[in-house]
């Protein structure tokens, strides 16, 4: 049982799905392309949604680069490894950057949103990470947020490859211009492909100047219109991640969104009474990593759960021989979260009530599919 920040456990159908193998000029991989975008349009409340192959990273850089020009002056919000990242790509795509950054473990609030802007009137864009599996903190009120940004005039770019289908997002209503994810995590799919969905703002910013071919989401788009790929896809993640869409439409996307939020709720409450020094509080906590420091050494912990059979992550960066990780995305339940504490009793030696609430449970349907 992997229990890490991504990839994750997927349904039986979703890896089945993985295996197909097709033309992908045919008509039966158009068919694929059209529904995929439909349906992750629906999940995302946008206008389009570029389908790329690669990781979430892939995703992230082409928003950068199709979004953001050469010169322009972004704000950027640091608090954690992929916010550094995405810092990185916007430095390399030769934005002027300002910089706002928290240590490890501590978020932003809507003042500290409120400053940036006040203090960066001539800004041209604000780019974030929703959310930060290398610390498990995250932007819980992105709507709020977006509302600042766009108020103030600016261009709004969104690293959610961790967030999306484990937070609400409304892209066209709060006028997001581009917000970027990946199949292997809260979609519940196979890893390989990455979406960036967009407003109708984000979809009239694109250009093509200066950028690789491959990170050009004009171009996507347009190959899209005809319900193809510009260059040649991963077929198996295109097909197990229109399965993982229809699944997610299925138990519902305010379920999922519950879901999550429950069982890192019930697992951050059990840990903290069992000596774990959590990162997050309320205001900023994760719904998809519970990271924090355990009661004994990290690197001990992580290779008794191993030995029985269950792998959960250490730190980043600086973080990286202090903390643990626990993904909790995707199809993470009441089940595989009982697992986990019943094997973190054996190894602490200690006591541990576990009645996992009813959120937390996966639809009969799914569950059928998910084996622990």
Not at 206 to 221: C, G, R, T
Not at 311 to 333: P, T, Y
Request: charged share 25%; with cysteine; net charge neutral.
């Amino acid at each position: 049982m992997i229990l890490i920040p991504g990839p994750v456990n997927v349904p039986q159908s979703v890896s089945f799905a993985a295996t197909r193998v097709v033309n992908h000029r045919s008509d039966e991989f158009r068919e694929v392309v059209k529904s995929l975008e439909e349906k992750m349009i629906k999940h995302f409340d946008s206008s389009r949604v570029a389908l790329l192959t690669g990781s979430g990273t892939l995703a992230v850089e082409s928003m950068v680069f199709s979004l953001l020009k050469r010169g322009e002056k972004v704000i950027v919000f640091t608090y954690g490894e992929f916010s550094n990242r995405l810092l990185d790509s916007i430095n390399r795509r030769g934005c002027t950057t300002k910089v706002y950054s928290k240590p490890a473990g501590e978020g932003f609030s809507l003042e500290d949103v409120k400053v940036a802007l006040d203090e960066n009137k001539d800004a041209d864009a604000v780019a974030l990470v929703h959310n930060e599996t290398s610390t498990g903190i995250a932007f819980r009120n992105l709507g709020e947020v977006a509302k600042l940004v766009k108020n103030s005039g600016k261009k709004f770019i969104v690293d959610s490859v961790s967030g999306f289908a484990a937070y609400e997002i409304d892209v066209n209503n709060w006028h997001i211009d581009a917000i970027a994810t990946g199949s292997q995590k809260a979609l519940a799919s196979v890893p390989g492909m990455g979406f960036v969905a967009m407003s109708e703002e984000g979809v009239s910013e694109l250009h093509d100047d200066d950028m690789p071919n491959y990170l050009n989401l004009k171009l996507a788009l347009k190959f899209q219109d005809k319900h193809e790929t510009p260059f040649t896809p991963s077929t198996g993640a295109f097909f197990a991640s229109l399965r993982a869409a229809e699944i997610l439409e299925m138990e519902g996307l305010k379920n999922r969104i519950k879901r999550h939020e429950a069982c890192s709720r019930y697992l951050r409450s059990v840990l903290s009474s069992i000596s774990f020094s959590l990162l997050g509080n309320e205001s900023n906590f994760s719904n998809t990593v519970v990271a924090g420091i355990p009661p004994i050494p990290s690197k001990t912990l992580r290779e008794e759960l191993k030995k029985r059979g269950i792998e959960i992550s250490g730190g980043m960066g600086e973080l990286r021989d202090k903390i643990i990780r626990i993904g909790i995305l995707g199809v993470v339940d009441d089940r595989a979260i009982s697992k986990l504490l019943l094997s973190l009793s054996d190894v602490l030696k200690q006591d541990i009530e576990i009645k996992p609430p009813a959120d937390c449970k996966l639809p009969e349907f799914l569950r059928q599919e998910v084996i622990w």
